[in-house]
Nanobody
Framework: QVQLVESGGGLVQAGGSLRLSCATS????????MGWFRQAPGPEREFVAA????????NYAESMKGRFTISRDNAKNTVYLQMNNLKPEDTAVYYC?????????????????WGQGTQVTVSS
């Protein structure tokens, strides 16, 4: 059974930082590209960042570059998202996802498995 479990969300003031974690089980973690998406109220799930299987390649949405950093620890089957200089518009539910792919998908359809999400709220 594949499980992706996010943690680390919460309430933070604008300009603050949070570190999200996503612990994965039921898959060979090192064979999966990992990604983070977010969804504010509404139908669209927005790409945040992705990291290659070995961690050597990353991709970020333009608005997150320089503020967010994705990383992974294959020994711990965990992917992280360090978020700095948070803004109220970063408020959303953040989801991690796993893709059995050598590429770095930027659309939700490119991912095979999803976590349940963790809420991030940034107050002004």
């Amino acid at each position: 059974q594949v499980q992706l479990v996010e943690s680390g969300g919460g309430l933070v003031q604008a300009g603050g930082s949070l570190r999200l974690s996503c612990a994965t089980s039921g898959v060979t973690f090192s064979r999966y590209t990992m990604g983070w998406f977010r969804q504010a109220p509404g139908p669209e799930r927005e790409f945040v960042a992705a990291i290659s299987r070995g961690g050597g390649g990353t991709n970020y949405a333009e608005s997150m570059k320089g503020r967010f950093t994705i990383s992974r620890d294959n020994a711990k089957n965990t992917v992280y998202l360090q978020m700095n200089n948070l803004k109220p518009e970063d408020t959303a539910v953040y989801y991690c996802a796993a893709a059995f792919s050598v590429s770095l998908p930027v659309i939700p359809g490119g991912y095979d498995y999803w976590g349940q999400g963790t809420q991030v709220t940034v107050s002004s």
